[in-house]
């Protein structure tokens, strides 16, 4: 059992080119989540997807571009990586909307922009 | 809008010893919460969640939390600390925005454990 996958585990880039992070999950999840990871702010949301074919913009979206053309795949992309996107970038799913449902989250992605 | 507070950044406790991680939240309606738990180089991992009910809530790796609709807080214990349990600890709270349910996280509290 997979589960949420997430790749690469580890990426450096340079400034200015894109990027993408994938993520993938096995359960047949209908929403699913991107996040970044910071010192001094947790964890905040970048973008979900309550469907394929549909996604909405969470707290920090600028820079940052999704798509979910299959329900089980949601990967992101920085068009052109800035310094300020270096972080940890985690991938999340739940299975109902329900503001009880537990997202489930993948093992990260660790991007270094130089 | 909702938000969480954590108001230790790091906290030290001996191995044995008792331990209870504070979380305060901001929501208008009925929250939910939850605390994960993450360990170095990993993704977060459910601890336990509420949503209703008992106010009492049991997790895993025998950590329980309380909620206290009066005090906005819901914090984290643990009778006796294993020194397995170093890691970092978010608590969040989720809200229903009319498409999905999204979480807010605090900004966590690391926890060392002391031989």
């Known amino acids: 059992d997979a589960g949420i996958t997430q790749s690469p585990r580890y990426k450096i880039t340079e400034t200015g080119r894109q990027v993408t992070l994938m993520c993938h999950q096995t359960w047949s999840h209908s929403y699913m989540f991107w996040y970044r990871q910071d010192l001094g702010h947790g964890l905040r949301l970048i973008y979900y997807s309550a469907a394929a074919d549909i996604t909405d913009k969470g707290e920090v979206p600028d820079g940052y571009v999704v798509s979910r053309s299959k329900t089980e795949n949601f990967p992101l992309t920085l068009e052109s990586a800035t310094r300020s996107q270096t972080s940890v970038y985690f991938c999340?799913?739940?299975?109902?909307?329900?503001?009880?449902?537990?997202?489930?989250f993948g093992p990260g992605t660790r991007l270094t922009v130089l | 809008a909702q938000s969480v507070t954590q108001p230790d950044i790091h906290i030290t406790v001996s191995e044995g010893a008792s331990l209870e991680l504070r979380c305060n939240y901001s929501y208008g309606a009925t929250p939910y919460l939850f605390w994960y738990v993450q360990s170095p180089g990993q993704g977060l991992q459910l601890l336990l969640k509420?949503?209703?009910?008992?106010?009492l809530v049991q997790g895993i790796k025998g950590f329980e939390a309380e909620f206290k609709r009066s005090q906005s807080s819901f914090n984290l214990r643990k009778p006796s600390v294993h020194w397995s349990d170093a890691a970092e600890y978010f608590c969040a709270v989720g809200a229903f925005t009319g498409t999905a349910s999204k979480l807010t996280f605090g900004t966590g509290t690391r926890l060392q454990v002391t031989l």
């Open positions: 999340a799913s739940s299975g109902t909307s329900g503001g009880e449902d537990t997202q489930y």
């Open positions: 509420y949503f209703s009910g008992d106010t």
